[in-house]
């Protein structure tokens, strides 16, 4: 096996992000960079609405991916997904033998394509994650290898809107001419990145806090049992602080450096304005965000002392000042912040944090999983052939034809012109002239006399 090249990009509401990493042959992960730029209003809870901008956005970060690894070019990409209309249904199915057998990774399979089959049709299946086995009514953790006469399985079926791959689709094949190799569901990649085994083993809740969306994930007994995601987000709080009647960029900057979720903070007072409100506006709404993701732990059947292991946080959202700590006393859970686990990826550059980055570094992490492929290619030149220069060929002589004899012309002679007879009047006049000449004469003639 070579080194590979990979990869991802993440879009997300605030932001595209782009990553690229390799995959050595002992199966080490190292990400080499991440390349980001800032969304405006062209991503609206995870689904791209202007496609022709995001793709100028994407394009971007594609170049300076390919600055980095000159004169080689991307040639595919692992796309991230998530969104509002993502979550998790449940499904069961089960296979019957006439007798005892074995359970084999052929078995699993079997009950993985039957699962795939998804009863859902207004949703597109992104993939299917085991929740239980059970042979021969006994719950097993590992059901390979185990003997029975019938096997059943409890997944879950994580699906969403078909419009949001429509887009993608369309923004990579149309747009930017680049091949979508795999889909990967932001929510369990960030999961496998993130979580310990102990954590998923005990229970806990994940919990991503994006611009938009708020997607909450809850593991027990090494699975995942449930996933949801709201439609409340850090911009709900930025869009609450412009009642203040500032702008968007401006109302953004305050609740990241004022803005607190603590009710008991003081006055905000810049120069000569007051912004009291501020943390009104922050403390309510951060409130809701809380209050929705409290529920999604009974909506999966379990309480707060079920999930041992406590919350964990990722996304820009969490970190809002104070958001953590209000959240962890809201629930009564103990709470950390999630970050991409170092000791099985490699992250030379210093400036990469494996917090703030988590959402497009677990996609790469999810990639190595499935054998990817080959995300670079070598451009090729097409070779003009060569054209020999044409050969002039050196004139030979050729005699001239003979002339046929050509018969002398004889010019016939011209005869003299006939004298122009004159008119009358001419013969007239000349004899008057004459006439007057004579009697000249004559007079002359008598002078002399």
Not at 60 to 75: A, D, G, M
Not at 98 to 118: F, G, Q, Y
Not at 264 to 285: C, E, F, K, M
Not at 389 to 410: G, L, S
């Amino acid at each position: 096996m070579e080194e590979k090249n990979i990869i991802a990009i993440e879009i997300g509401s605030s932001k595209v992000r782009g990553a690229i990493g390799t995959y050595s042959p002992d199966g080490v992960l190292t990400v080499n960079a991440v390349e980001e730029e800032p969304l405006l209003d062209w991503v609206r809870n995870g689904t791209v609405s202007n496609v022709e901008e995001v793709a100028s956005l994407v394009g971007r970060i594609i170049r300076k991916i390919e600055n980095r690894v000159s004169p080689r070019k991307v040639s595919s990409v692992y796309v991230g997904v998530g969104g509002r209309s993502f979550m998790s249904l449940p499904r069961e199915v089960e296979q019957t033998f006439p007798e005892e057998v074995e359970i084999t990774d052929k078995v699993i399979e079997r009950l993985m394509n039957d699962a795939a089959l998804s009863p859902y049709a207004d949703r597109e299946l992104y993939e299917v994650v085991p929740r239980e086995f059970t042979v021969d009514k006994t719950t097993v953790s590992r059901p390979k290898g185990t003997v029975g006469r019938s096997i059943r399985m409890s997944a879950n079926l994580i699906v969403g809107r078909p419009q949001p791959k429509r887009n993608i689709d369309r923004l990579f094949g149309e747009k930017l001419k680049i091949d979508v190799a795999g889909y990967k569901v932001r929510q369990i990649a960030l999961g496998d990145a993130i979580l310990t085994n102990e954590e998923k083993r005990l229970g806990c809740m994940l919990a991503d806090f994006g611009a938009e969306t708020t997607t909450v994930s809850i593991y027990k007994n090494g699975r995942l049992q449930y996933m949801a995601t709201l439609p409340l987000g850090s911009r709900n709080i930025t869009r609450d602080i412009m009642n203040l009647h500032i702008v968007e960029e401006r109302a953004e900057d305050l609740k990241c450096t004022l803005g607190t979720v603590n009710p008991s903070a003081g006055v905000q007072t810049i120069g000569q304005t007051d912004y009291s409100d501020l943390n009104n506006y922050v403390v309510h709404r951060a409130g809701e965000i809380m209050a929705n993701v409290r529920e999604q732990i009974k909506f999966a059947g379990y309480k707060t002392s079920d999930l041992n292991a406590g919350i964990i946080v990722t996304g820009g959202g969490a970190r809002l000042n104070g958001f953590n700590e209000g959240l962890a006393t809201m629930l009564g859970m103990k709470i950390r912040t999630g970050s991409v686990n170092v000791s099985e990826v490699r992250i030379p550059d210093s400036r990469i944090s494996a917090a703030e980055m988590a959402d497009v570094i677990s996609v790469l992490c999810a990639v190595v999983k499935d054998n990817p492929q080959e995300c670079l290619s070598i451009p090729v030149v097409e070779q003009q052939p060569e054209v020999e220069p044409e050969r002039q060929e050196e004139p030979q002589y050729r005699p001239e034809p003979a002339k046929e004899p050509v018969a002398p012309k004889f010019e016939r002679e011209k005869a003299p012109a006939k004298p122009k007879r004159k008119s009358w009047m001419e013969t007239f006049r000349s004899k008057v002239a004459n006439l007057m000449t004579e009697d000249e004469d004559d007079y002359d003639m008598r002078d002399d006399d």
